[in-house]
């Protein structure tokens, strides 16, 4: 069993900026990739962006080129930097973590943009 924990999520303007951080129980090492998703009030989950254990990073296209995907395998820790905010960008952001057998979340942390 992993346990994902989130935090970074708070209210901010439009245009502002967040840093997301995932921190896992387990080595990351052991994950084929991790990621980040969300759900707005309404909708289905989706997919922001994923990193793998190679480091070859997926985004979707609703935030490339605002939003970067890294880790810290020293730190177990999976880290989103979500820049230019916008009000669309209101969710609650899971971390997911995946390897073979399993696929794990977090309980999830709220962004809010205001505009």
């Known amino acids: 069993q992993v346990q994902l924990v989130e935090s970074g999520g708070g209210l901010v303007q439009a245009g502002g900026s967040l840093r997301l951080s995932c921190g896992a129980s387990a080595s990351i090492f052991s994950a084929t990739s991790m990621g980040w998703y969300r759900q707005a009030p309404g909708k289905q989950r989706e997919l922001v962006a994923t990193?793998?254990?190679?480091?070859?990073?997926n985004y979707a296209d609703s935030v490339k080129g605002r939003c970067t995907i890294s880790r810290d395998n020293t730190k177990n820790t999976v880290y989103l930097q979500m820049n230019n905010l916008k009000p669309e960008d209101t969710a609650v952001y899971y971390c997911?973590?995946?390897?073979?057998?399993?696929?794990?979340w977090g309980q999830g942390t709220q962004v809010t943009v205001s505009s």
């Open positions: 990193i793998s254990v190679f480091g070859s990073t």
């Open positions: 997911n973590y995946r390897d073979s057998l399993s696929n794990y």
